[in-house]
């Protein structure tokens, strides 16, 4: 498990990072989906030691929420989309 900010996710996904829009709904809606290219993918498509921009499990931080990698699919490109869900603020209650 990783915690990345939003701008190291950025340069991890390639030149069209997600835009503060796509932040904006996936804060809104409480989850998104999250597509990466295949050139952001590192190393064969096959091999389990491959260096991928995320991971299930990983955390982004996007100023003060989180989101929280909870599946990937592989494309038929060879990239990903990443399925991503907001972490619950632990203040509320």
Known sequence: ??????????????PRPPS??????????GAAALAVG????????E????EEPLATGDI?????RAFVVVGAE????GG???RIELVADRDEG
């Open 74 to 77: 592989r494309t038929e490109s």
């Open 80 to 82: 990903r989309i990443y």
């Open 47 to 50: 091999s389990e030691t491959s």
């Open 1 to 14: 498990m990783r915690r990345l900010t939003r701008s190291e996710l950025a340069s991890r996904v390639g």
């Open 60 to 64: 982004v931080d996007v100023g003060d």
């Open 38 to 45: 295949a050139d952001a993918v590192d190393g064969e498509a």
């Open 20 to 29: 503060d829009a796509f932040w904006r709904r996936a804060i809104d809606r």
